[in-house]
């Protein structure tokens, strides 16, 4: 069975952007992604007479993706998890985009949706997180059409066209419902020449992530997510096994082990900013440096998570980094996990960049 994720609350990451934002001038970077995702797509429904769903699906098995014996993990070494599928009840198809707690929507009101690309890591291609303010309600479909964007972070990479999703749903309650994810074009059933197999397991993966993310305000909604094309359920994705409904993998197989919220991408700061994400390293140790655009290391320090080993990230949160004896300009925030070899062993330590702007 997958273990539960341990993961912290959208929310308190929300609040903790909000508190290290203070003081710092952030940059509009989203606009370009708002207008794109401002336009309504047809969206799928299907109901019969009396309200009942036209299509019953069989009994769904939730299997871990990369935890599926018959499929190799991302980085093709086979499973790293209980293999054991967990069976779900019966639930009917999509029925739109509603969130399991259908919250109101409203045109006035903007929702912060986690939305995962993928990255490169000495381990190989792994997932990263982006938290993207979208205005209205919540709503799934919007959820995944964030993943059609490009990332804001030069470093990632999307790898889902603009148009490949024509619905999301979700029907039946808590872990025992089913996330479902319609596709719009046949072709995303085979995975692209030039696609590895690689990316296109953290491709459905990101999916499932994403989406898992969207379903609740708080941790995220551990059901089985479902492929559709049409009205049935599609034997593969991308070339991935989807014929049953399936669940994340475990963050330490698909999930890079270094993560930063905060600051953003080509954040503009100016006197000091607090750094904060999550990660997974030896001891809950991160450090970060500060380098000029010519390479140069013009500050550093360290931090300590709130955890370390099994449960997934854990949040860190660094003291004040005081810029304001820095020249105006252009540089390169890197937060790592600590490395007690010193590059003797292993390949080396999970890391994340943003560029920033000193003024």
């Given at each position: 069975m997958t273990e539960p994720r341990d993961e912290p609350r959208d929310e308190q990451l929300a609040r903790l952007i909000t508190d290290a934002a203070?003081?710092?001038?952030?940059?509009?970077?989203?606009?370009e992604i708002r207008t794109r995702t401002a336009s309504t797509r047809r969206r799928t429904r299907?109901?019969?007479?009396?309200?009942?769903?036209?299509?019953a699906a069989a009994a769904v098995v939730a299997v871990a993706l990369l935890g599926n014996p018959a499929s190799p993990g991302a980085d093709g070494a086979g499973p790293a998890q209980d293999p054991t599928p967990t069976?779900?009840?019966?639930?009917?198809?999509?029925?739109?985009?509603?969130?399991?707690?259908?919250?109101?929507t409203g045109a006035g009101t903007t929702t912060s949706y986690t939305v995962f690309f993928v990255?490169?890591?000495?381990?190989?291609?792994?997932?990263?997180?982006?938290?993207?303010?979208?205005?209205?309600?919540?709503?799934?479909?919007?959820?995944?059409?964030?993943?059609?964007?490009?990332?804001?972070?030069?470093?990632?990479?999307?790898?889902?066209?603009?148009?490949?999703?024509?619905d999301a749903g979700f029907d039946g309650v808590g872990t025992d419902g089913q996330l479902s994810v319609v596709l719009a074009d046949a072709s995303l059933r085979e995975r692209p020449a030039g696609m590895s197999e690689a990316d296109a397991r953290l491709a459905v993966e990101s999916v499932i992530w994403t989406l898992q993310s969207a379903?609740?305000?708080?941790?995220?909604?551990?059901?089985?997510?479902?492929?559709?094309?049409?009205?049935?359920?599609?034997?593969?994705?991308?070339?991935?096994?989807?014929?049953e409904g399936l669940a994340a993998g475990l963050s330490e197989d698909v999930q890079a082990q270094m993560n930063v919220a905060f600051p953003t991408e080509d954040q503009v700061v100016a006197g000091s900013f607090i750094a904060l994400g999550r990660n997974n390293?030896?001891?809950?140790?991160?450090?970060w440096t500060i380098t000029d655009e010519a390479g140069s290391v013009v500050l550093d320090g360290f931090a300590t998570a709130e955890g370390w080993g099994e449960g997934g990230l854990f949040p860190w949160r660094t003291e004040p980094i005081d810029v304001s004896g820095l020249a105006p300009g252009r540089y390169i925030f890197t937060a790592a996990n600590d490395d007690p070899s010193g590059g003797a062993e292993g390949v080396g330590p999970d890391t994340d960049t943003r560029s920033i702007?000193?003024?």
């Open positions: 203070d003081g710092v001038e952030p940059t509009d970077r989203l606009a299907w109901y019969a007479a009396g309200g009942a769903s036209l299509l069976v779900t009840d019966p639930t009917p198809a999509p029925s739109g985009s509603a969130s399991p707690a259908d919250p109101p990255g490169d890591t000495a381990r190989g291609p792994r997932l990263y997180s982006e938290v993207r303010d979208v205005r209205g309600g919540r709503d799934l479909f919007t959820a995944l059409q964030q993943l059609e964007t490009p990332p804001l972070d030069p470093d990632y990479r999307a790898l889902w066209p603009e148009g490949s999703f024509a379903a609740s305000e708080g941790d995220p909604l551990q059901a089985p997510v479902q492929f559709y094309l049409g009205r049935n359920p599609i034997d593969q994705v991308l070339g991935v096994p989807t014929a390293g030896f001891e809950a140790t991160m450090t702007i000193v003024e």
